[in-house]
C-alpha cells in the first residue's frame, strides 16, 4: 500500500530561520507529489505539486526519488507560513483519491 | 471562496442514527470526493466518484455510503454501522476524472459529533 510520512507531528522555527517541513513516500512507480496547506480557519489549498516545479509563496519542493523524498523548504520563514502542511501523493490507478500524510504543525515564532 | 461548498459546519447525531452530509460544487468538475480528518491521522480517503451514477470504495468506506445522482453534488451519509464517526468531513472535487493527478479544490468542512 502506499504510504505518506511526515515524521514531524510539529515544527517551530523562529521567523526568518530556514524551515525544511519532510516528507516520504512508499510508491516503486513515478509519483505524483504535492504539498497542501490549511492556514487557520481556512479551508485546505493545494501549495504546489512537484510535475510543475514552481516556487509558491516562496516554498520550494524537490522529489529524491533515491531517497524517496519530497521535502518542502523555504529559506527564510515568515510569520503567515504557520499553518498545518499535507504531503500528499497521488499514484492514479484504481484508487483515484489522494494519500495523505498525517501533517506537520508549522509554527513561526516571532 | 465559493466553488465547493459543504453543509452544515457543525452537525451532532445521536449515537444510531443516520446523518447525511451535503456537498454541491459549482465548479463543472467530474470528480469528487470525501476524506475524512482526524486529529494527528491526516486524511483518509472515504469514497470517491469519477462520474455521475458511479462511485468507489476508499480507503475506510465501512460505515458510509454515498450517491451521485448529479455532477454538482456528492452527498455523504453516515450510518449507524460506523464505529467511530466523530471527526472532521472534507469534501472535494477535480476537474479531471481519471488519469491525471489534477488539482483538488476542498469544501470548508462539516464536523460531525456523536452525543
Known amino acids: 500500500a502506499q504510504r505518506v510520512t511526515q515524521p514531524e507531528k510539529l515544527l517551530s522555527v523562529f521567523k526568518g530561520a530556514p524551515v525544511e517541513l519532510k516528507c516520504n513516500y512508499s510508491y516503486s512507480g513515478s509519483p ?28 520550494t519542493a524537490d522529489l529524491n526519488k533515491g531517497e524517496t523524498s519530497f521535502h518542502l523548504k523555504k ?22 483519491g ?10 513561526i515564532q516571532p | 471562496d465559493g466553488g465547493i461548498t459543504q453543509s452544515p459546519k457543525y452537525l451532532f447525531r445521536k449515537e444510531g442514527q443516520n446523518v447525511t452530509l451535503s456537498c454541491e460544487q459549482n465548479l463543472n468538475h467530474d470528480a469528487m470526493y470525501w476524506y475524512r480528518q482526524d486529529p494527528g491521522q491526516g486524511l483518509r480517503l472515504i469514497y470517491y466518484s469519477q462520474i455521475v451514477n458511479d462511485f468507489q470504495k476508499g480507503d475506510i468506506a465501512e460505515g458510509y455510503s454515498v450517491s451521485r445522482e448529479k455532477k454538482e453534488s456528492f452527498p455523504l451519509t453516515v450510518t449507524s454501522a460506523q464505529k467511530n464517526p466523530t471527526a472532521f468531513y472534507l469534501c472535494a472535487s ?9 488539482t483538488q479544490y476542498f469544501g470548508p468542512g462539516t464536523r460531525l459529533t456523536v452525543l
Open chain 1, 32 to 59: 505524483e507529489l504535492f504539498w497542501y496547506v490549511q492556514y487557520s480557519r481556512q479551508r485546505l489549498q493545494l501549495l504546489l505539486r512537484h510535475i510543475s516545479r514552481e516556487s509558491i509563496k516562496g516554498f
Open chain 1, 75 to 96: 529559506p527564510f520563514a515568515q510569520e503567515e507560513d504557520s499553518a498545518m502542511y499535507y504531503c500528499a501523493h497521488y499514484s492514479g490507478g484504481g484508487a483515484d
Open chain 2, 94 to 102: 477535480s476537474p479531471t476524472h481519471s488519469g491525471n493527478p489534477d
Open chain 1, 98 to 107: 489522494l494519500t495523505f500524510g498525517k501533517g506537520t504543525h508549522l509554527i
